[in-house]
């Protein structure tokens, strides 16, 4: 079953045009992957999804509805979780309050105790306000605060960024707790190597188009793909 389908959408901040006619879809229980450099359009496409900028053209399809023009509460509490590249965490509420918080405004949450059961850091570190936390532990947060809210569809804003790469590590792993169970991702990131462990499909998005989409492998032993668009030799492709 198809859980989420952009057609043909065109996206702009004022008079600036940025997405130009990018489609993509998503599967029930798929993890795809939007790669793309600096200013590709990867949050722009986020934001799309979620009603933050919605798209003038095209349409955006989520479970059968369209969705485009629907605020951003709406689609949360339709189960669509977005968590952006900087990270909202609630600066000066401890972890656990933070948790509690979106545990609260969801209809059907999970136990926060399973939050902690996946990110056994954050278990640690309950008790201290989430501004003295490191990036890595604020962005296990925040996607503790998005999954604690059971969603149907999950948005991950390159979630790698600023991270140290042992932290990196530390976060695919959780992740891939995550992604077994039944949540459809779709994941952004520069980091290819990260969203290749954790995908099986994606899409290469240059200047606000899609320029190339297929499986995991097909991306990593296209030499061209990686070198112009993700900026990446194939030596560095693990
Ligand atoms: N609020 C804004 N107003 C005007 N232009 C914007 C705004 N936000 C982004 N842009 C422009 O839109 C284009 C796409 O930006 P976007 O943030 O979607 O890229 P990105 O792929 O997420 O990049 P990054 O990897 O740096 O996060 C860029 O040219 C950027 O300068
Ligand atoms: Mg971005």
Redesign the pocket.
């Given at each position: 079953m198809t859980v989420l389908e952009l057609d043909d959408i065109d996206t702009y901040?004022?008079n600036?045009h940025?997405l130009h006619g990018v489609s993509l879809e998503l599967a029930e229980g798929e993890v795809v992957a939007l790669l793309?450099?600096?200013?590709?359009?990867?949050?722009?496409?986020m934001?799309s999804i979620m009603g933050v900028t919605p798209p003038r053209r095209g349409s955006i399809v989520y479970r059968g509805e369209n969705i485009v023009g629907k605020s951003p509460d709406k689609l949360n509490e339709r189960g669509i979780n977005l968590v952006p590249?900087d990270r909202r965490v609630f600066p000066t509420l401890s972890v656990q309050e933070n948790l509690v918080l979106a545990h609260k405004l969801a209809a059907d949450p999970k136990p926060i105790e399973e939050m902690y059961e996946l990110f056994p850091i954050l278990d640690e570190l309950r008790t201290s306000d989430a501004q003295n936390l490191s990036g890595g532990e604020q962005q296990m947060l925040a996607v503790a605060r998005a999954l604690v809210q059971r969603p149907s569809l999950l948005l991950l804003?390159?979630p790698t960024?600023g991270l140290a790469p042992v932290i990196v590590d530390d976060l695919q792993e959780m992740l891939q707790a995550v992604v077994d169970e039944d949540v459809t991702v779709l994941l952004?990131e520069?980091n290819v190597n990260f969203a290749f462990e954790l995908a099986t499909r994606g899409y290469v998005?240059d200047t606000?188009s899609i320029v190339f989409e297929g499986s995991v492998e097909e991306i990593q032993s296209r030499e061209d793909l990686l070198e112009k668009y993700l900026a990446v030799s194939p030596e560095e492709v693990a």
């Open positions: 901040y004022g600036s940025v793309g450099r600096n200013g590709a359009g990867k949050t722009t496409t934001r590249e804003d390159e960024e952004s520069q998005i606000g």
